[in-house]
């Protein structure tokens, strides 16, 4: 079963304006205070990169237009198996 989506909160996005350019998808606006805190509060969805801590998102089209999703996919590590193991 596929897991819930997070949605981060301090971001919201609308569609494009009528008059808008075919180039331009919608408008995206950030609170910082509001995405901080969240982030503060969910830190389990940082992932690292480079050393550095980020939040990965994904952006998605549905009835309403486009939206974002936090990338909860963890890569997962397999161990390698030892010569007990193989099948031959």
């Not at 609170?31 to 805190?37: A, D, G, T």
Request: charged share 25%.
């Amino acid at each position: 079963m596929a897991e819930p989506k997070v949605y981060p909160k301090g971001m919201r996005f609308f569609k494009k304006h009528s008059s808008a350019p075919s180039f331009v998808l919608g408008t995206l606006v950030i609170n910082p205070n509001e995405l901080f805190k969240w982030l503060k509060e969910n830190p389990s969805y940082l992932a690292d990169y480079k050393d550095e801590k980020q939040l990965k998102l994904q952006l998605l089209s549905g009835k309403d237009g486009i939206y974002a999703t936090v990338d909860t996919y963890k890569k997962t590590v397999t161990t390698p198996t030892t010569e007990d193991d193989l099948p031959f």
